[in-house]
């Protein structure tokens, strides 16, 4: 009886955790070697270099830039997307009408792939916004903001904010719902006007929401890659420590250009590298945070 | 004063809301707007109603026919792919996630915790060494992931895996013991009461799986561009994303054709959410917050 339960967990437990070691695990380990060689994907004597990629990568211009783009446009997000959907979370539970409606359509950008967002807002950055510039006579619309390397970071962080509050929405929606009625209430009868119960009673109250929220636009700010690639690709072209670079190139797509546009595959793997540890701490500061608020409660 | 701020603040809140549910809005609106035009009027005015909407089926019709986004081929090849990965990913991660909170041992932490640990690994940093590897199994066994179904929904399952295991391993744990004791005395085994008894039981959960994964294969883009390849041969395999991507690069500036195809795209998932609105919010909202 035993032997055959045995069997029954290797069996149940085979096909999800082969899958899951062949295709995380073991390219995971190989690609920390060969972000260490002179890899380059076709010639197969691959030799070990050290962390000479690593030096590269940090004396290159473009990369530093990609870097402090990224985390600009992170910071940026962050807040925009959280500010954006907190709002809307208060408005769809407010008592206005069609208050579900709105709800579900603040999700719907969500729903929708990054690729064809980005497409959809090139052209409302690049045609529509211009035209209406023109037709009202409005000069600062007349050029598009993604055309302009000190702007885009804020155009793309427009985009997203678009295809990701209303899923943060949701988030705080919950949060809201979750705090008694009578609470909000007892304040009202004391007096307390709508600001004041917002900032002292609601806000404090959800706490946790807002913990969950900003990891989770941050870790996905900084993943940022799909709208990348569709409404910019990069572009446009700026200059940066006396080097033409590429101005909203964020970290995942300069990885990916690093590797396949610009052909140096260990230098790319090198660069991912980097981005797992950035990932890594940020979420060993949130598991810290969370610790601590556990202690706390 | 006050009483009558207390009758215009409801009617000031409802045109807030209306205003941002409208621009909330114009972007689809626009795509529709647009793609019911020729390329000359979009460029002569983007935000004008179109001369004739006859113009919308046209372009339709020239999307269907189109040889280079294959539209429906495209369509049924992202619909198999996503429809098998979510068949593995929700039978096997249950499976896994059943044995692991069943089994009380070193080896059942061990796995659980590498699974939750590999939720913080970015696709970036596997994907260059992941192609490297699956054609080193083409040359070792001979069998082909690249390029192919097989390729595709066997790294959905290693990707999901860890995300669902974790989310079937929460809801598992609260299932009682009871039930599956009694099934064994009534004489079924192990395998048998996974199935008939457990499975059947962790529907709610399944849903959240299913949502969670569905609209990440669906959309994926990376994944499919590095298994798949760009390329836009004849009876390659290739994903809705993929071929809108490809399909813009080759029609630049194009925008009635590039926005009905973007309309096109978008149309199934809409669909969809019109009729599963209140699963779909629950499983990606409750997904997340895990």
Redesign the interface.
Known sequence: MRT??RW??V???F???F??????????F??IY?SMTNWD?VNPNVIFTGLQNYTTIFQAPEFLYSFLATTAFTAINVALVNAVAFG?AL?VT??????N??R?????????????LG???Q??FN??LP??GR?LGLGFLQTSLIAKANLVVLGISLVNT?QYA??IM??YV?GIQAIPASLMEAAETDGANYPTRLVRILMPMMASAFT?CLF?TLVNSF?Q??VN??LTNGGPATIFMMKAINSSEFL?LN??NT?FARSK?AQ??AK??L??VV??VV?LIQVWVNKRKEVEM | MQRSWHRVRPALMEALAILIFALFMVPFFLVVLNAAKVSVDIIDNPVSWPKAWGQLFTNIGLILQNSNINYWPSFFSSAIITVCSLAVIVVFSAMAAWVLVRNRAWWSNVIFMMFVAAMVIPFQVVMFPLVTWFRQIEVVTGIRLLRQYLGMIFAYLGFGSSMSVFIFHGFIKGVPLELEEASTIDGCSRPATFFRIVFPILQPVIVTVLILNGIWVWNDYLLPLMILGSGNMAGAVRTLPLAVQSFVGSYVKQWDLILTATLMAMLPIIVLYLFAQKYIIKGMVEGSIK
């Open positions: 055959k339960n029954v967990n069996l149940f437990l096909p999800a955790v899958a899951f070691l062949m295709v995380i695990v073991v390219p995971f190989v690609g060969l994907g809307l408005l407010s008592r206005v009408r069609g208050r409606v709105y579900a359509a603040f999700f719907v950008p969500n729903l929708i792939g990054g690729i064809v497409y959809i807002w052209f409302i045609n529509v035209a209406m037709s678009w209303g899923y949701m988030i919950a969950i989770l993943k890659f799909d690639v569709s995942a990885i990916y590797a595959l790319g793997q991912a590298v981005f797992f990932l890594v979420s």
